[in-house]
């Protein structure tokens, strides 16, 4: 099964530019890239930050950009987002009991977990009391799962972006939960950071991907500021195999040259024009 990861979209009200370049322009490409090129994944995930000030029209130019793109998408808001303008953009887009962007579904044999971790006006991460019992029953409904959210759950080093990971109170519950269920959870996958982050947590692999916008720079000494640059976009192609993952980051925007190389046994020996 192959499974697109995209994050951090920051779509603009249009005409307006973010971090010095056209999100939507940058977006537009990601998904011409994956209609092009993987076309038989099963879904395009996209964590959060679909609007960059969770403007209404920003949603409605998501909305439009989505329509014709020919493989499933799910959604999931991150902290530039807007819940309710959100759900007035996508009045049918599933939510839980308690209003939060919560919903599940089964793909093959795992639960796919797409978890609500936004705080009302605040950058950070928040799992309060209701969103913990909604993962903890879709986590023991379930032999296998795959949870995907916003905001890095834990902090990862760096001391200015761990101030907006799940804020600090929250990481026990989650972890716990995490540590409680670690057997049948294969992955967790989440935006927020504009980077690629891997590693594990109590146990389970996690991995983040960059933005289709502006990237960050890993600072591990900064305090206070976030640091970011134009480099390259990037998403991912995620390929499940039964509990098996591999991830390729796709760097989609590329124009410069593209150089080849064959890969057969009589390949290995230094070109002649260059040995002269
Ligand atoms: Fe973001």
Known sequence: MKIIHISDIHLTVPGEEMGG?????????????????HADAARVIITGDLAHWGERTAYEALRKALADLPIPVRLLIGNHDDRSCFL?????????????????????????????SVGERTHAGHFCAARRAWLATELAACDRA????HHNPMPVGLPAEDRIALVAKDRGPFRDLITEHAARIDYIHFGHVHAPIHGRLAGVPFASVPSTGNQSIPDLNEPDLLKGAPMDPAYAVVLIDGRDTTIHQIPFAWDGPVLTAGTGWEDWAKPVEAAE
């Open 21 to 37: 370049l056209d999100p939507h322009v940058r977006f537009a490409r990601a998904l011409a890239h994956a209609a092009e090129n």
């Open 88 to 116: 007035s953009v996508f009045p049918d887009h599933p939510v839980d009991a308690n209003g939060f962007v919560n919903h599940a579904e089964t793909i093959g044999k795992a639960r796919f977990i797409y978890l609500d």
């Open 146 to 149: 795959r949870i995907f959210l």
